[in-house]
C-alpha cells in the first residue's frame, strides 16, 4: 500500500464488476434461505404458542437468547458438529430470525379483533378456517413488519459468514478488504449490503400491500 | 463427543489462566472495550434521544438513524472504521492496528439503539401526565427530569441493553483487526484449527453476553417507577432485540 493510491478505486469496482455481482447473488441466496428456513420454524410454532399461551414466555425466552449470542460464538460452537460451511452458516442465520418473526406473528394474531373473530365464528367458520381466512390476512401488516427487521439483519450478519467460508459480500469485506487493508473492497462490499437491504425492505413493502388490497381501500375511504 | 472433553480441559487448564494471552486478560479487555464504548455510545446518544423525545422536533432523524444502525452489518462498520483509522495507525506508528478502529465501530453501533428507545421512551410519556406536571408549574428541564425520564427509564434501559449486546458481539468480532478480547480464542483458534480453543472462547463469549443481558434484566425490572408496578397490563414487548430474556 503506498500513499499515492487513491482511498476509492474505482478501476478495481469495474475490474471486478463479475465478482461483485457474484458475491451480491450468493449474498441473496444465503439470506433467502435463511429467512424461508426461519419462516417455516417459527409460523407453525406461533400459531401454537399463540394458542397455548403459557408457552409464549419459554419460547420467547429461548430464542432470546439465541438472538442474543453473538455470530461469531454461535458459528465456533457448531463447527465441531456441523463443520465448516453452508449448514452452519445457516443455522446460525435461521436461529436469529426466529425471534422476531415468532414474537412479531403473536402480536399480530393477537391484535386480531375479537369481535372480528366471533363473527367468524358466528358465520360457521371452523377454527382452521377462522385462523387461515380471518386472522392470518389481518394479521399480515404485524407479521410482515417482523418479516423485513429479519430479512434487513439477516443481510447483516450474512456477511459475519464469510468468516467461515460462505458470506457473499462478507467475503469482499472481510477477505478482500479488511484482512488486506484495501480500502475500496470494504466500502464497495458495505455499500452493496446497504443497497440490498434498502431494496429488499422495499420490495417486500410492495408485497405486502399486494396481498393485503383490503388495507389500501380502507386507507382511500377514510 | 470427544470436544466436549476437551473443551472442557482447555477451560481447566491453569495455563490458560495466566500470562497477556489468559482468560482472565482477553476477558478484562473484553469487558473494557465493551464498557468504555457503551459509557461514550450513551454520552453521546442520551442527550439527543431525550431531546428529541422531549420536543419532539428531529423525529425524523430518529427513523433515519435507526434504519442505518439496522441496515450497515456490523462488519461493515467495523470496516469503515477500519479505512477511517488506518491513515492515524500508519502516522502514529502505533502498534495495535485494530483497536481504534474497534472502539470507533462499538461507539457507532452503541448508538442508534439509545437514541430511538430514548426517544420512544419520553415520547409514550402519557401526555396528560406532562401536561399535569406543566400545569404544576414545572419548568421544562424539571418536566423532563423528574416526569418523563423515570417514566421512560425502562425503556431507555431497553435501548441499553440492546447496545450491550451488539457492542459485546462486535468487541468479539474485533478480533479479526487484532484487537484483544474474548474474540481472539474464536479466530485464532479458527485459524489454527484448535477447536477446544475456538468452542472455549465462544463459551466465554456466550457467559459475558448472557450475564451482561441477566444484569440488564434485574436493572430494567428494578427501573419501573414505584407508581407504575401495580396494575400493569400485561402486553407483548415491542420488536426491538435484547427483550427476549
Request: net charge neutral; charged share 15%; glycine share 12%.
Amino acid at each position: 500500500m503506498t500513499d499515492e493510491q487513491p482511498f476509492f478505486r474505482l478501476d478495481w469496482i469495474i475490474d471486478n464488476a463479475d465478482m461483485l455481482a457474484l458475491a451480491t447473488l450468493e449474498h441473496i441466496a444465503l439470506t433467502l434461505i435463511a429467512v424461508v428456513g426461519g419462516v417455516l420454524i417459527a409460523f407453525p410454532v406461533t400459531i401454537v404458542i399463540q394458542r397455548r399461551r403459557r408457552l409464549i414466555g419459554p419460547v420467547l425466552g429461548f430464542t432470546g437468547i439465541l438472538y442474543a449470542i453473538p455470530s461469531l460464538a454461535l458459528f465456533a460452537v457448531l463447527i465441531p458438529f456441523t463443520g465448516i460451511g453452508l449448514l452452519t452458516a445457516e443455522i446460525a442465520l435461521i436461529s436469529y430470525t426466529l425471534l422476531i418473526l415468532i414474537r412479531n406473528g403473536v402480536a399480530g394474531l393477537d391484535g386480531v379483533e375479537p369481535d372480528v373473530v366471533e363473527a367468524a365464528t358466528g358465520m360457521g367458520f371452523s377454527r382452521r378456517q377462522r385462523l387461515w381466512r380471518v386472522e392470518i390476512p389481518l394479521a399480515t401488516p404485524v407479521m410482515f413488519a417482523g418479516l423485513r427487521i429479519a430479512v434487513v439483519t439477516t443481510i447483516g450478519l450474512v456477511a459475519v459468514t464469510a468468516l467461515i467460508g460462505q458470506g457473499g459480500l462478507g467475503f469482499v469485506i472481510i477477505t478482500l478488504g479488511i484482512r488486506r487493508a484495501f480500502e475500496t473492497a470494504i466500502l464497495a462490499g458495505v455499500g452493496l449490503s446497504v443497497l440490498l437491504a434498502v431494496l429488499a425492505d422495499r420490495g417486500l413493502v410492495l408485497l405486502e400491500r399486494a396481498l393485503t388490497p383490503w388495507a389500501r381501500q380502507r386507507a382511500q375511504a377514510s | 463427543m470427544e470436544i466436549v472433553g476437551e473443551v472442557f480441559a482447555w477451560l481447566t487448564d491453569p495455563a490458560n489462566w495466566t500470562g497477556s494471552d489468559g482468560i482472565p486478560t482477553r476477558m478484562q479487555e473484553h469487558v473494557v472495550l465493551s464498557a468504555i464504548s457503551l459509557l461514550i455510545g450513551l454520552a453521546i446518544a442520551l442527550p439527543v434521544g431525550l431531546a428529541i423525545g422531549h420536543t419532539g422536533r428531529g423525529a425524523g432523524a430518529v427513523v433515519a438513524i435507526a434504519n442505518v444502525g439496522r441496515a450497515v452489518p456490523s462488519v461493515g462498520i467495523l470496516g469503515i472504521a477500519f479505512t477511517l483509522t488506518l491513515p492515524l495507525v500508519a502516522a502514529l506508528d502505533l502498534r495495535n492496528i485494530g483497536t481504534p478502529a474497534a472502539l470507533i465501530a462499538l461507539i457507532a453501533l452503541a448508538i442508534p439503539p439509545i437514541v430511538v428507545n430514548a426517544y420512544t421512551g419520553i415520547r409514550d410519556v402519557d401526555a396528560d401526565t406532562v401536561e399535569a406536571a406543566r400545569g404544576m408549574g414545572m419548568s421544562e428541564r424539571q418536566v423532563l427530569r423528574r416526569v418523563e425520564w423515570p417514566l421512560a427509564l425502562p425503556v431507555v434501559l431497553a435501548g441499553v441493553r440492546t447496545a450491550s449486546v451488539q457492542v459485546i458481539a462486535t468487541a468479539t468480532l474485533g478480533a479479526i483487526l487484532s484487537t484483544g478480547g474474548l474474540g481472539r480464542y474464536i479466530v485464532d483458534g479458527f485459524a489454527r484449527q484448535d477447536y477446544p480453543m475456538m468452542v472455549g472462547g465462544a463459551l466465554l463469549v456466550m457467559i459475558l453476553t448472557l450475564t451482561s443481558e441477566g444484569l440488564f434484566a434485574v436493572g430494567q425490572r428494578r427501573a419501573v417507577s414505584p407508581g407504575l408496578t401495580s396494575g400493569q397490563a400485561h402486553h407483548l414487548p415491542e420488536p426491538a432485540p435484547g427483550f427476549g430474556l
